[in-house]
């Protein structure tokens, strides 16, 4: 059973800045892959960025290309995400996740999730 914590979340304002972080923990665990998704009112959870260790490779939502950066390390179990120029359209919930598999990038391929870390981003 793998746990993960979150932290980072809070209130900015359009154009600040955030960093999201997460550890995992648990006994006898690995993860290949660990990501965030973010779910806003009224929403689905979307997928946000992703980091295969595994692979080595990095994934993103393309509404967040070029603003946000997933980076982590592996033998810490703890993944980060980088928040810049923060959008009202970024407020959400952010949720970490973790799976033992490579497959990427879709919500049924983290078995693995955290309790989120609320981001609100105001006008």
């Known amino acids: 059973q793998v746990q993960l914590v979150e932290s980072g979340g809070g209130l900015v304002q359009i154009g600040a800045s955030l960093r999201l972080s997460c550890a995992a923990s648990?006994?006898?665990?690995?993860?290949?892959?660990m990501g965030w998704f973010r779910q806003a009112p009224g929403k689905e959870p979307e997928f946000v960025a992703a980091?295969?260790?595994?692979?080595?490779?990095?994934y993103y939502q393309d509404s967040v290309k070029g603003r946000f950066t997933i980076s982590g390390d592996n033998a810490k179990n703890t993944v980060y995400l980088q928040m810049n120029s923060l959008k009202p359209e970024d407020t959400a919930i952010y949720y970490c996740?973790?799976?033992?598999?490579?497959?990427?990038?879709?919500?049924?391929?983290?078995?693995?999730w955290g309790q989120g870390t609320q981001v609100t981003v105001s006008s």
């Open positions: 648990g006994r006898g665990f690995s993860t290949h892959t």
């Open positions: 996740a973790a799976t033992d598999s490579s497959s990427c990038c879709r919500k049924v391929d983290f078995g693995s």
């Open positions: 980091i295969s260790w595994s692979r080595r490779e990095r």
